[in-house]
């Protein structure tokens, strides 16, 4: 009875222990108001951050339950400290999870040193920030921290070599930035950037340190804002003290703007003003460039400047409207560290007549159609090949480009490939006139003017009998042993390859007598022929006249349209006759082209062989160039031979600029180069009476280029040239195919801000309503003719918008399409825009006087100075301390573990007599004996 009494008594105080304790749990924990505990106790505050965890508290009066009925064969004393420790573990425990902290206060200070390493920084400068840092590193107090940060263009935390020591106790090194990729070292110092370096200074400041930042540079920006990030610095507790660099400006000459009227009239002087600033009074010669050549009326200047900003003033005209690019450059300065600020180029636009480029390979024919295209209020600029321009820049101030009776070897590669970008990419319109130098009569198959024009060059030949007619007269003396013969063999071969499978070739070996190695025949049995001609071997003596007269004989009995003899001699030979029997092959119709071979001919027999044989001489220093002139001369008579016969032009389609213009009236033309149409879009308007293409046209990208075969001069076009409707056909033509304004040009705002690209336009309707949903590309024309497209982005009702960065520096051109989703879900141009933007050099070197107001603002916001007195003053805490929380749960779980491993030890290991221990033995087993006395 009495157990059962203690049993009840027991549990009664376990139950009543409970309650007490989850009735002191919900009322202080889950009734307060406050999510958090706090208490003060000896000035110090102190807060639970997640009371709710002291609810494993509850778990005590189990341990407290459980001590009755326990099984361990403990005494009762150890079995009551071990309950004790448990719930001493629990508590612990459930204060460790409840986040017990502390409220503490500290005038330490942690300083941010920010140092400036752009290129506009001299190396005095520098060094005297190493001085700055190393004092600092040396004079702060013992518990103070300072960290290091150095910033270009971009910031960077710099911390000293591993194993050196405990931190703060040597200063690492203040370097340039640098790299090892040669095209990024270049820019990585070009910028300074000191609101990116606070910004990063924000996460350098460890918890429980006042906030301190030291920036040491010459206040030039050319990124970001110190002004706008100073004031966050304060909101963040940081004191920004600043040191501007005071040392002496390097020797630098910069050009900073180039300003031109904001109107321009073509034959109209105006000045242009450079404004140039100097650090140091020095001397410079100015050039200013006007497109790639000086400008006309000042070009050079020798310019005295004196220190500061320098206003140096030209003169210029421009003579031709349309886009027009000016450069200025500076040289010959005696000591400049920047090579990059001596340059600046913009453009300007100025309205007037369409600007025409007339490109002639005979100039001194060009002026029937200049005078027939100024009479049209066309600005017509004729230019012999040599004078074709040289780049994007030049070439895109013009509406339309010429180019007439031009052999290829006259427009470089380049200069074709500049072509293809005018049209394809600025809208431009290109016309390519025939001649005897036009098409594949002046070698222009397979090359990039080819590839843009509506026609090809390699027209099939009428069936009812050959084109060419082609006889190789190649010299196989004692000479031409070796190389030269074995060139002159590989050159026969290459011409069999040229020719077309229609056309007929014979080749002659001669020495002092010919040999028909190769008889007329059709080219097309090419196998056979560089088989025959393979055979060919060096003999004797040399003599012309028995070879031509065989080739004249074999001739005289072909049929072909044209007969043509090469004649190939590397000596000298007899010249007896040999006019007269050159003046029968051309009676005939048979032309004669030379070739000499080496220094030793008879140079004088040769070109006049060509010049009463109706050809060409080639004089040919090198064995090795003989297949090269041999197919160019192949490729000039059989690829495009020239029809020379009087025949009418016939309208065979539809044209805009046709209308009022009946071609029906115009005389015959006499002449033309035989090409071939290519498939839709090309197409025809006007073709001889034989059908093959006068004029044609096609798109090209964003223009129009136009192929006519038959010349625009005084030899095939003489005739025309007399026609009444002669100059109002050739103006409506180029007024058609120029470069043309759109319906509407929408006006495009552009400008650089901190090396970026910032262009909007604003889209209005007819009716003065935004015009929203549009598809707008902008193409930017970059420096060296390469062309970026990007996408604008609507940012507001009409309001299209773009913002990148520029990685290159010179002049931009731009040009924006607004396109809309027509029916049938095809895009249709509603709208153009255009303009122009600089970017000459980075702007680290434009500028390199200390920026004192931007730092002193800078400094006064954060409530610091400018040039603190000393060290001592940046870590002065100045009655400031900063209040942080000092979390102690981790103190709580260490000294749970500890608590838990006492437990463990108390339950296993004996502590005390054994007299409280039931006595073993007896009578019987498990009888159990009276305790035993002490």
């Not at 004191?239 to 321009?264: H, N």
């Not at 040599?386 to 994007?392: E, M, T, W």
């Not at 030793?600 to 070109?607: A, G, I, M, T, W």
């Not at 970017?839 to 931007?854: G, I, M, Q, V, W």
Request: charged fraction near 25%; include cysteine.
């Amino acid at each position: 009875m009495k157990k059962r009494l203690r049993v009840i008594a027991w549990a009664t105080t376990c139950l009543a222990l409970a309650g007490l304790l989850f009735w002191a749990y919900r009322r202080f924990v889950l009734l307060h108001p406050d999510p958090t505990l706090t208490w003060v106790r000896g000035g110090v505050t102190y807060e639970l951050l997640n009371p709710k965890m002291l609810g494993a508290i509850l778990l005590a009066p189990w341990f407290v339950g459980v001590l009755s009925q326990s099984l361990a064969d403990l005494p009762w004393p150890q079995r009551v400290l071990s309950v004790l420790l448990r719930i001493t573990f629990v508590v612990l425990l459930a204060l460790g999870l409840s986040r017990l902290a502390r409220t503490a206060t500290t005038e330490k200070v942690c300083t941010v040193y920010l140092v400036d390493v752009s290129d506009s920084v001299t190396d005095e400068a520098l060094d005297d920030a190493r001085a700055a840092v190393q004092r600092a590193w040396a004079e702060k107090p013992k518990d103070g921290i300072v960290k290091l940060v150095t910033f270009a263009k971009r910031p960077r935390l710099v911390e000293g070599p591993p194993g050196e020591g405990a931190e703060n106790e040597k200063p690492p090194p203040i370097t340039r930035h640098e790299s090892t990729d040669k095209a990024q070292a270049e820019s990585l110092g070009a910028g300074s950037n000191l609101q990116a370096a606070l910004q990063l200074a924000y996460g350098l400041y460890p918890q429980g340190y006042l906030k301190r930042a030291v920036l040491l540079t010459d206040g030039v920006q050319t990124e970001g804002d110190i002004l706008a990030e100073s004031n966050r610095a304060k909101e963040f507790g940081i004191k920004l003290f600043t040191v501007p660099y005071r040392r002496p400006a390097p020797p630098e000459v910069a050009v900073r703007e180039l300003k031109m009227p904001e109107r321009v009239k073509v034959g109209e002087t105006f000045a242009i003003h450079a404004d140039i600033y100097a650090t140091r009074p020095t001397k410079a010669r100015a050039r200013l460039y006007q497109g790639e050549a000086l400008n006309g009326l000042e070009g050079i200047k020798e310019l005295d400047l004196k220190a500061g900003p320098n206003d140096v003033v030209f003169k210029s005209v421009v003579r031709i409207a349309g886009q027009v690019t000016y450069a200025f450059e500076l040289d010959e300065i005696p000591a400049d560290k920047f090579k990059e600020n001596n340059k600046y180029a913009t453009t300007i636009d100025v309205p007037g007549r369409p600007a025409v480029l007339y490109v002639e390979g005979t100039p001194q024919h060009a002026g029937p159609l200049s005078s027939a295209l100024t009479a049209q209020q066309l600005d017509v600029d004729v230019r012999p090949p040599a004078g074709f321009p040289a780049s994007v820049k030049e070439i895109e101030r013009f509406d339309f480009v010429i180019l007439s009776d031009t052999p290829k070897d006259a427009v470089s590669l380049q200069a074709q490939e500049l072509i293809e970008t005018y049209v394809r990419d600025l809208g431009g319109g290109f016309l390519f006139a025939g001649g005897e130098a036009g098409y594949g009569l002046g070698g222009w198959y397979h090359t990039t003017i080819e590839r843009i024009l509506p026609v090809r060059m390699d027209n099939e030949r009428k069936k009812e009998m050959p084109s060419v007619a082609l006889v190789l007269v190649m010299d196989r003396s004692g000479s031409m042993t070796g190389l030269p013969l074995e060139m002159a063999k590989a050159a026969a071969k290459a011409t069999a390859g040229v020719l077309s499978s229609d056309d007929l070739l014979e080749v002659i070996a001669f020495d002092t007598a010919p040999t028909r190695y190769v008889k007329m025949q059709s080219a097309r049995n090419r196998s056979r022929i560089a088989g025959d001609i393979a055979r060919i071997q060096p003999g004797g003596g040399t003599e012309i006249f028995p070879a031509l007269d065989a080739a004249y004989q074999d001739l005289t009995v072909t049929q072909a349209r044209k007969k043509h003899v090469v004649l190939m001699t590397d000596g000298k030979a007899s010249s007896s006759g040999i006019r007269d029997l050159v003046s029968a092959m051309i009676a005939e119709s048979i032309t004669v082209t030379t070739v000499g071979l080496g220094g030793d001919v008879d140079e004088q027999l040769l070109k006049m062989i060509a010049d009463v044989g109706g050809g060409r001489y080639h004089a040919v220093a090198d064995a090795n160039n003989l297949p090269r002139i041999f197919t160019k001369e192949t490729e000039m008579i059989a690829r495009a031979a020239a029809v020379e016969e009087w025949f009418p032009v016939t309208q065979v389609g539809d044209a805009a600029f046709l209308r009022g213009v009946d071609v029906r009236t115009a005389p015959n033309l006499h002449g033309y180069v035989s090409t071939k149409m290519k498939p839709p879009p090309a197409v025809e308007l006007l073709q001889s009476d034989t059908g093959e293409p006068i004029l044609a046209r096609w798109r090209v990208g964003l223009g129009w280029t136009l192929a006519w075969t038959s010349d625009v001069k005084s030899r095939w076009a003489v005739e025309w040239l007399r026609w009444p409707g002669f100059e109002r056909f050739w103006g409506q033509l180029v007024h058609e195919h120029m470069r043309q304004k759109h319906r509407r040009e929408l006006d495009m705002k552009a400008e650089v801000v901190g090396g970026r690209l910032r262009a909007s336009v604003d889209a209005f309707g007819a009716d003065e309503r935004f015009e929203n949903n549009l598809t707008s590309k902008l193409s930017i024309i970059q420096p060296g003719g390469e062309t970026k497209v990007v996408d604008f982005r609507q940012t507001a009702p009409g309001r299209y918008e773009i913002d990148l960065p520029l990685d290159k520096y010179g002049s931009f051109l731009l040009r924006a399409e607004h396109m809309r989703e027509a029916e049938g879900g095809a895009m249709k141009q509603v709208a153009v825009s255009f303009g122009h933007v600089s970017n000459p050099y980075p702007k680290e070197y434009a500028s390199f006087e200390a920026d004192l107001s931007t730092l002193e603002k800078a400094a006064l916001a954060t409530g610091a100075t400018v040039d603190p007195a000393s060290v001592q003053a940046i870590f002065d805490p100045a009655g400031e301390k900063v209040t942080y929380h000092e979390e102690l749960w981790t103190r709580f779980v260490y000294a749970a573990i500890v608590v838990f491993l006492l437990d463990l030890f108390v339950r296993r290991v004996r502590l005390f007599d054994r007299k409280f221990l039931p006595k073993r033995g007896g009578r019987g087993s498990g009888q159990a004996a009276s305790p035993r006395a002490a």
